[in-house]
């Protein structure tokens, strides 16, 4: 089977780097892939795409090196299955509240006996190999959001699931479930929060990652010891890109009215 870089990236002690897709551009998802991201992860719960966009997708991510992930719309078993047949090698499944959820998402990735994935690979057979069956155990990657009050309070149980592979930190949700300020910087008590879940993890010798607001909150958060951090979505990066540069170039055109340059 067709290895999972990112799964060795992580083994080996690094600090992943993962985009986050919402825009249903199969050339934005091709570019990233090639970027130096070490995952693309395509959200389908946020996402402007359907179906059939997150398959072109994950064919274009699949064009490059970095590793395909989806996050699902919901901790959905047909749903996570499918995507998985899509050729996913990652799944970030959202409000994973408690130990039975969990339980439930790795049951979704995975094979009889160890799981109850219905069997039709379709494309995950093309993209992973002729032994996909067999080898996708050690190869698929069950991540469990943690986002609200509940799976804080549920996380050591969460953390115990057998076949769970990491643990991925929604700020935001998790905020607005705490009573807090959601959509900006993350707060030092979000921070406190997150690294705390990171070291749980690590604890009961799991990865954990976290959606960021930008590049300085990414390697903060690198630092603080997460083993993923994904510095914003593929939204903010063209924002952000392009105010810069409408902000640039109007700069640059004031200063050369003022100094009387011109056509």
Known sequence: MRKNALREHISAGNTAVNAWMS??????????????????????????????????MLQAVSAGPATPMVRPSSLNSPEIGWLLDAGAYGIIAPSTDTAELAQELVAACFYPPFGRRSFGPSRGLLYGGQDYLTASMETIMPWAMIESSQALKNLDAILSTEGLYGVYVGPNDLALDL??????????????????????????????????????????????????????NDVSFLRNAAQDRIETTRLSSAATTQTGGGY
């Open 179 to 232: 009573g807090l300020h959601a959509g900006g910087p993350i707060s030092a008590e979000i921070f406190d929060i997150a690294c705390t879940v990171a070291e749980r993890a690590h604890h009961h010798g799991l990865a954990a990652g976290i959606f960021c607001g930008n590049g300085t909150e990414a390697r903060k958060l690198a630092d603080a010891g997460f083993d993923l951090v994904t510095p914003g």
């Open 23 to 56: 825009l249903n551009s199969t050339y934005a998802a091709e570019v990233l892939s090639h970027a130096g991201f070490d995952s693309v992860t395509i959200d389908a719960q946020h996402g402007m795409l359907g179906r059939e966009g997150i398959v072109q």
